[in-house]
């Protein structure tokens, strides 16, 4: 079993850097500001806040761009004063004009399904148009024309409450499960938020080693959607936000029968991992399904294993937002 601290190492070195956590902010309080004192569109704004995984604490460092920086993919929700009788489409353009106008116009990459795509040098937004619907938000989609519930607040507060219904070992989870993904993907379906909830409904909550957790966490997963998959089926996995919403919706069959078989090849391989007694070939194996990123440990380092547990240190969640905004270039056309 390779020690606890070399996954507690990888913890830390897949956690967004305090410049990344601060650029996410930043680019927050930019959007609201430019959309707040807009000559047109302060008319339509109500509010904004910082939704996803930056939001939820469980983001992980960043691709590097190919001049090697590492900017934070952020949501961020515009609350505004449509209504439901405001076409989806005419919304998100609305938005977009005002996005690429004012006094500090942004660079609009194009309009999405349900967001405006922003690019600035700190971080790289998707922009989303809601308008209020009782305790929840109804967002637009260009592309059925119609308006839909949403309910970012409600998945924090569960992500919050599964933490500690986890002892605080959730996220850290996550972040594993996260970064096993984008080392080992098996297509673009299922990313972030469905990602979550199967660790909350697969993970151990009470396992304290990282390395056991992690190689539990794939076990479950394919002995509950294993033989499903293997037959074309895709469960429906509630939105604990929105309910009768289904979040493997986007996921087509195809996309999730590779990432069910991915899963099983990889809980293999974690669980040789965990049972060898021989440190090297153990660390060998948790480098396959982690990347290169995971350190190395030689058998001399047989008698420093750990059962206990440890999280890696992570910067707080309680994200501040700074009165400089982001700084935006020119607009260029969108798609």
């Keep these: 079993m390779v020690p606890i601290s070399r996954f507690n190492e990888l913890l830390a070195d897949i956690e967004p850097s305090p410049t990344t956590k601060s650029n996410a902010s930043t680019g927050h309080q930019g959007i609201r500001q430019h959309l707040q004192i807009h000559e047109s569109y302060e008319k339509r704004f109500v509010r904004a806040f910082l939704s996803g995984s930056y939001a939820r604490d469980t983001a992980i460092r960043p691709t590097a761009t190919e001049e090697g920086r590492e900017r934070p993919d952020v949501d961020i929700i515009v609350v505004t004063n449509h209504t439901q009788a405001d076409q989806p489409d005419a919304v998100l353009r609305e938005l977009c004009r005002a996005l690429e106008s004012g006094e500090s116009p942004y660079t609009v990459e194009r309009i999405n399904k349900r967001s405006v795509r922003v690019v600035t040098w700190a971080a790289e937004m998707d922009v989303v148009p809601v308008i209020i619907a009782g305790g929840a938000f109804m967002i637009a989609d260009r592309e059925t024309g119609q308006w839909k519930l949403t309910n970012p607040p409600a998945h924090t507060t569960w992500s919050s409450a599964q933490n500690t219904a986890f002892d605080e070992r959730f996220k850290p989870l996550i972040k594993l499960f996260k970064w096993w993904r984008r080392i080992n993907p098996s297509g673009k379906r299922p990313k972030g938020f469905v990602l979550e909830m199967l660790v909350a409904q697969h993970g151990p909550k009470d396992q304290k080693h990282w390395g056991e957790a992690f190689a539990q966490l794939l076990e479950n997963i394919y002995a509950a959607h294993g033989p499903t998959a293997g037959l074309g089926v895709k469960p ?72 206990g547990f440890a999280v890696a240190p992570v910067a707080p969640a309680n994200y501040t937002f700074p009165n400089q905004p982001a700084a935006p270039t020119r607009p260029r056309d969108f798609a």
């Design 236 to 307: 429906f996995i509630g939105d604990p936000g929105v309910p009768g919403n289904d979040i493997l919706a986007k996921v087509t069959v195809a996309q999730w029968k590779d990432f069910i078989e991915k899963v099983r090849v990889y809980a293999e391989i974690a669980r040789r991992a965990q049972s060898t007694n021989d440190m090297e070939e153990a660390t060998r194996l948790w480098r396959r399904v982690f990347g290169e990123r995971f350190k190395s440990t030689s058998n001399l380092a047989r008698a420093t294993t750990a059962s």
